[in-house]
C-alpha cells in the first residue's frame, strides 16, 4: 500500500507571503497526484490534478509541481481565504486506490 | 452547476446497517466515475470506493476497512448513488462524502453524518 506523508503538520504564514507544502508518496506514484483544500465545516475542494493542472476556477497563485515521489503545492500571496487544511491524494489503477495525506493546516502567522 | 446531495445518515448500534444516497444533477450522471470519502470527526480523508460508468464496464472497487461489509450501487435512470453498509462498527463513524471522480475528486456533496455508537 503506498503512503502519502505531508509536511509539515502545521505552517503557519502571513497574509501575502509564499506557502510551500510538500508531499512525498512511498512508492513512484508518477504524476497520479491531487491537492484538496478543506476549510472548517466544508467538503475539500479540488484544487489540482496531474500533479500541476489547476482544476477549473482555481486562481494562478496557486500551482503544483513534482513527480514520483516528491511533490509541492505553492502558494503565493496567500490571501485570508487561503487559511485552510490541504491534503494531498494519489491513484493507482492496480489495485485501485485512492489515498490521502494527512493533512498540512496553513494558518495565519 | 453540478449539486451532489447526500442523505440516509444518522445513528445506528454497532453491527447495525444503514443505506445512504446521494442524488446529483448538473451533469451527466450516467458517464459519470462516483466514489464515496469519509472523514472521521476531528481526522483526515479516507476513500471509501468507487463505481465506474456503466458504459466503461460499471467495475466498483473498495477500500480494504470496508471491503464485504459496504455495497456502492447507482440508478442511472434516478442520477442516484448508494452506500450499502452493514456489520457497522464504531471506527465507521464519519461524514459520508460523495463525490464524482474525474480528473481527481472534482464535485463533492455537502455530506452525511453517520454514528454507530451503542
Known amino acids: 500500500e503506498i503512503v502519502m506523508t505531508q509536511s509539515p503538520d502545521t505552517l503557519s504564514v502571513s497574509p501575502g507571503e509564499r506557502a510551500t507544502l510538500s508531499c512525498r508518496a512511498s512508492?513512484?506514484?508518477?504524476?497520479?497526484l491531487a491537492w484538496y483544500q478543506q476549510k472548517a465545516g466544508q467538503a475539500p475542494r479540488l484544487l489540482m490534478y496531474d500533479a500541476s493542472t489547476r482544476a477549473a476556477g482555481i486562481p494562478a497563485r496557486f500551482s503544483g509541481s513534482g513527480s514520483g515521489t516528491e511533490f509541492t503545492l505553492t502558494i503565493t500571496s496567500l490571501q485570508s481565504e487561503d487559511f485552510a487544511v490541504y491534503y494531498c491524494q494519489q491513484y493507482t489503477n492496480w489495485p485501485p486506490m485512492y489515498t490521502f495525506g494527512q493533512g498540512t493546516k496553513l494558518d495565519i502567522k | 452547476e453540478v449539486q451532489l446531495v447526500e442523505s440516509g445518515g444518522g445513528l445506528v448500534k454497532p453491527g447495525g446497517s444503514l443505506r445512504l444516497s446521494c442524488g446529483g444533477s448538473?451533469?451527466?450522471?450516467?458517464?459519470?466515475?462516483m466514489s464515496w470519502v469519509r472523514q472521521a470527526p476531528g481526522k483526515g480523508l479516507e476513500w471509501v470506493g468507487r463505481i465506474k460508468s456503466k458504459t466503461e464496464g460499471g467495475t466498483i472497487d473498495y477500500a480494504a476497512p470496508v471491503k464485504g461489509r459496504f455495497t456502492i450501487s447507482r440508478d442511472d435512470s434516478k442520477n442516484t448513488l448508494y452506500l450499502q453498509m452493514n456489520s457497522l462498527k464504531t471506527e465507521d463513524t464519519a461524514v459520508y462524502y460523495c463525490t464524482v471522480c474525474r480528473h481527481g475528486f472534482d464535485f463533492w456533496g455537502q455530506g452525511t453524518l453517520v454514528t454507530v455508537s451503542s
Open positions: 512508492q513512484s506514484v508518477s504524476n497520479n
Open positions: 448538473g451533469f451527466t450522471f450516467s458517464n459519470a466515475w
